[in-house]
């Protein structure tokens, strides 16, 4: 990997999320989908995954998380090793995944809920007051008793997320959690993302660059090699390596770019308005 | 093609506790040669609407006029053999052991011969960029492959209108923009493209006109520039329009640009040597 | 959008019904479906149609729904009345048309088979209208897992009736969607007769069999990262109390059956 794409790297504090050399190949396929993947998150980051698809970025969150094992290199992730404990792991990570309605494994939401924690053994009191704060934490109260085919994706993924949040975990892996939903649930899932932001530590694997601007660093991943890991002013400035890795940038970011504005400071389109109009009103100014 | 939406209502399960009007009596034009997108909410009757333009359902009351003929009294095959409607996420619905055997499917039905079913699979694998796949099962193929051979499927029917229901959805940019350049190339060869998009940004880019429907209405129908202009609602205008529209008041010279690139080029202008 | 209650589906009301044990709803649901096939004589019956009459009205569900619940059935049903009136020699000739004959036995095991017919259907219809799924898995797990040290998988049956439920209704929606693309693409399924009708499906079955494969994969993934690893070591969300009242209703269940044996 190119020295210069190594910025991110070059963070301090105790490492929560770490990866030597991994490499992966999915039996009976032709090529490596990982091969000679390093990198650290830190407690409390939020990291962004990138790339385009077919990369490995999915890959990457199965072995974090032990569903699937490294042929070679090392996973450390809450100072455990994925492939040989399993469980402990998924005790302290959580993982949210792209399909809402497949993560969902009761007739009720309250007892999809509590899934995870039955799978802990937690015992029932404890379990009624977990879920009920869960529940609350993603906004879904009066939802208890719904039906999952009956929810919006939106509301699914919510449900999928308070189950996530009743275990409390301190490693959050979010596997493009608003592929599949329309403006208004991508708005509510983000929502609830940004609320648990510093708290916990969190990958994040998406498509929208606007969701990473205020990332700590973002890892980029393409045929299976992290080519670079980077603050995400760097995905803004750098369009050679946009374009390597298809990496599209949200309208507003792309306007503000192109008029010599920064795109990093401005999160909404009417924030670059504003900066506009401050800008125009400086030139009418200096003449 | 021309189809006419006159007064177009439907309810989804009648006289029963689950009753739902989802369209309330809509009228709209689609001309031919264009690219018209349909944008509005969760609930505004999108999908609805697409299925009534093939008759996979059909009006409560209210007219559906192809051509000026109504299209109750056209052959169901013929009809959908002349409308092509794309579901949202259509590779659910691939079934065959191959590509270009699923693609045939389609062209089989009309029972067009072998040779014309071979040259249309290939012509429409190629317009979509899927020639390499044909032998491929379907199922093993990316989102984005899938995808593309399932619109293709639908385009083996060579219709005169595609109705297409979020078909950017779940993909990555680069796909996203392959696909809208075929959606692009197939207006400018004679097909009336009809997109159901909750994706503002991609609607302001490609579409001739707009149409925006809210709880099974249309609010309202025009250009882009005189829809998107209009709606004071963030969810209903493009970050293009965004950007622009808190700056006409004090410069209205900046104008109503809705593409990316007129909307650059009226910003650079407006914020002229500083850049 | 649920595509109206069918087959018995769970209809959320409160009643003394609802309120019961799982367990104790099978076990007496069991209890008036075996002695239904004890009882031989239609005042026997007619005793446990009244004790499902009184149970009916108990459940607080809609007589209306209810009889829904019977409609699947009702072809059946007519068949073998048919069948009995037109097949059977029993007791004195009523009627002679040609080969046919009407025998009075005909009639009389005639109705007696329909009215069992019809009576389990409506006591299977009062388990799952009145008790949710996962009630219902718990409860069958409950009562099977002595079984489980002869090495009967008591706790997968219960995941699989519990997920299988879950998703009946977005495989349902699946299914719809998919018959509407292939019917876009020119499929016909309303013409032909029986054989072309089935080759018509495949289209449909194929893919809605390879999606559901898909979504158990991405289940199983899920599932997994919950920490799930069996039925060892986990808890219930959802409580199996049995109380005084649900021992007797087991009583009353119980009682009504040797009644209708014995009269």
Same mark, same amino acid.
């Given at each position: 990997m190119i020295d210069g794409n190594n910025e991110g790297a070059?963070?301090?504090?105790?490492? !929560?999320?770490?990866?030597?050399?991994?490499? #992966?190949?999915?039996?009976g396929s032709e090529g490596a989908a990982l091969t000679g993947v390093s990198f650290e998150a830190r407690a409390g980051e939020y990291v962004g995954v990138v790339g385009p698809n077919g990369g490995g970025k999915s890959t990457l969150l199965r072995l974090l998380n032990g569903l699937i094992k490294a042929d070679t290199g090392s996973v450390s992730i809450g100072g455990l090793d994925p492939a040989a404990e399993p469980f402990e792991v998924r005790k302290r990570v959580g993982m949210l995944f792209q399909n809402p309605d497949n993560g969902l494994v009761a007739p009720f939401v309250e007892d999809d809920v509590a899934f995870g924690l039955e799978n802990l053994g937690v015992g029932r009191a404890e379990m009624r007051e977990r879920v009920r704060r869960a529940i609350r934490a993603v906004g879904l109260e009066g939802y208890e008793r719904r039906e999952p085919h009956t929810l919006s994706g939106g509301e699914k993924q919510r449900v999928a997320?308070?189950?996530?949040l009743a275990l409390d975990p301190e490693i959050l892996l979010l596997d493009e959690p608003t592929s599949m939903l329309d403006a208004a649930g991508r708005r509510e899932v983000l929502e609830r993302l940004e609320e648990l932001r510093g708290t916990r530590t969190i990958l994040h694997v998406t498509h929208h660059l606007d969701e990473l601007l205020s990332a700590d660093h973002v890892l980029v991943l393409n045929a299976g090699e992290l080519v670079a890991d980077v603050f995400p002013k760097r995905l803004v400035s750098d369009a050679k390596l946009r374009r390597e890795n298809r990496l599209a940038l949200p309208t507003a970011s792309r306007l503000a770019a192109g008029l010599r504005l920064d795109p990093a400071q401005l999160r909404t389109p009417e924030e670059l308005a504003e900066a506009i109009l401050r800008r125009v009103k400086l030139g009418v100014e200096a003449r | 093609m021309r189809i006419e939406l006159e007064s177009v209502r439907h309810v989804y399960a009648p006289g029963t506790p689950f009753e739902v009007e989802a369209l309330r009596g809509v009228s709209l034009m689609i001309e031919s040669d264009e690219v018209l997108g349909i944008v509005g909410g969760t609930g505004s009757g999108k999908s609805t609407l697409a299925q009534h333009l093939n008759l996979l359902l059909a009006p409560a009351s209210g007219r559906i006029l192809a051509d000026g003929v109504d299209v109750q009294t056209i052959a169901r095959s013929e009809l959908r053999r002349r409308v092509g409607l794309v579901f949202?996420?259509? =590779?659910?619905?691939? #079934?065959a052991p191959t590509v270009e055997e699923d693609v045939a499917f389609a062209p089989q039905r009309l029972e067009l011969g072998v040779e014309e079913t071979r040259r249309r699979v290939r012509e429409t694998l190629e317009l979509l960029g899927a020639s390499h796949l044909a032998a491929r099962p379907p199922h093993a193929l990316s989102a984005g492959e899938k995808r593309r051979v399932a619109i293709a499927g639908v385009l083996a029917m060579a219709p005169e209108v595609l109705v297409l229901d979020e078909p950017t959805a779940g993909l990555d940019p680069a796909t996203r923009e392959d696909l809208l350049g075929v959606l692009r190339a197939l207006r400018d060869g004679g097909t009336s493209v009809v997109m159901i998009s909750h994706d503002l940004d991609e609607v302001a880019e490609v579409a001739d006109r707009v149409c925006v429907l809210e709880k099974g209405e249309e609010r309202a129908v025009g250009t882009p520039e005189e829809v998107f202009y209009t709606f004071p609602e963030a969810s209903l205008t493009p970050a293009t329009v965004r950007v622009v529209r808190p700056l006409r008041g004090s410069h209205p010279e900046v104008g109503r640009p809705v593409r990316f690139e007129e909307t650059l080029a009226a910003l650079k202008e407006l914020v002229g040597g500083q850049v | 959008m649920t595509a109206g209650r069918s087959l018995g589906q769970f209809y959320p009301v409160a009643s003394p019904l609802h309120g019961l044990d799982a367990r104790a709803k099978i076990l007496g649901i069991a209890a008036l479906a075996v002695g239904l096939f004890l009882v031989d004589s239609m005042a026997g019956l007619l005793l446990i149609a009244?004790?499902?009459?009184?149970?009916?009205?108990?459940?607080? !569900?809609?007589?209306?729904t209810f009889l829904g619940f019977l409609k699947p059935v009702a072809f059946i049903v007519a068949l073998t009345v048919l069948f009995q009136i037109f097949f059977s020699r029993e007791?004195?000739?009523?009627?002679?048309?040609? #080969?046919?004959? !009407?025998? =009075?036995?005909?009639?009389? *095991?005639? $109705?007696?088979?329909? +009215?069992?017919?019809?009576?389990?259907?409506? *006591?299977a219809g009062l388990l799952t209208a009145t008790t949710t799924p996962i009630a219902l898995a718990d409860g069958i797990e409950n009562?099977?897992?002595?079984?489980?040290?002869?090495? #009967?998988?008591?706790?997968?049956?219960?995941?699989?009736?519990?997920?299988?439920?879950?998703?009946i209704p977005t495989l349902h929606e699946e299914a719809q969607k998919i018959t509407r693309a292939q019917a876009a693409r020119g499929a016909d399924f309303s013409e032909g007769g029986p054989v072309k009708r089935a080759? =018509? $499906?495949?289209?449909?079955?194929?893919?809605?069999t390879i999606g559901a494969f898909q979504r158990a994969d991405? +289940?199983? =993934?899920?599932?997994e990262s919950r920490g799930y690893r069996g039925g060892n070591g986990r808890t219930r969300y959802r409580e199996l109390r049995f109380r005084a009242r649900d021992a007797l209703a087991l009583v009353t269940a119980a009682l009504v059956v040797v009644g209708g044996i014995l009269v």
């Open positions: 070059r963070r301090s504090g105790p490492s !929560v999320v770490s990866c030597g050399d991994l490499a #992966f190949s999915y039996p997320l308070a189950g996530l | 949202q996420s259509p =590779e659910a619905a691939l #079934f | 009244a004790a499902v009459v009184l149970l009916v009205a108990a459940s607080r !569900v809609p007589p209306g007791g004195e000739t009523l009627l002679r048309w040609g #080969f046919l004959q !009407v025998h =009075e036995g005909g009639i009389s *095991t005639g $109705l007696f088979l329909a +009215l069992r017919i019809l009576l389990l259907v409506s *006591t009562l099977l897992s002595p079984l489980k040290r002869l090495r #009967f998988p008591a706790h997968e049956l219960a995941m699989m009736i519990t997920i299988a439920l879950r998703f080759r =018509e $499906l495949l289209p449909v079955l194929i893919p809605l991405e +289940l199983a =993934e899920a599932m």
